[in-house]
């Protein structure tokens, strides 16, 4: 059976060795994962699937980590995330905004 883990990438850091470390944030918690050329090293992902994560920093695409029973990757799925939050920042940011056109545009009208 296999198990899942849903996400997206926060931090890269590639090394000019080869070896790329993820910072993964998933279920309020934070997991690296490591790809490494160095067969002393401990790697625990492939290097297509690493490179793959490390390219979905700073985007708005989360990801999907499958692993098998052995606790080794087998493949991801990524997908556009929804943000509604920042969705819902920048309606309100526009009701500000048409708000504050009003009360200028009540200013100008008003004689003295």
């Keep these: 059976m296999t ?7 926060i931090r890269v850091r590639k090394f000019t ?8 944030h998933h279920e309020e918690q934070i997991t690296e994962y490591r790809y490494s ?3 002393g090293r401990l790697g625990n992902f492939p290097k297509d699937l690493a ?20 606790g080794l990757p087998s493949h991801i799925e990524l997908e556009q995330c929804d ?24 200013d100008e009208d008003t004689e003295f």
Excluded: K, M, R, W
Aim: glycine share 4%; proline share 2%; charged share 50%.
């Design 3 to 9: 198990t899942s883990i849903f996400g997206e990438v």
């Design 17 to 24: 060795n080869g070896d790329i470390e993820i910072d993964f």
């Design 37 to 39: 050329a160095d067969p």
């Design 51 to 70: 490179e793959t994560l490390a390219s979905t920093l700073d985007s708005s695409i989360c990801i999907e980590i499958f692993f098998q029973n052995d």
């Design 83 to 106: 943000d509604d939050d920042e969705e819902e920042d920048d309606e309100e940011e526009d009701d500000e905004e048409e708000d504050d056109d009003e009360e200028d545009e009540s």
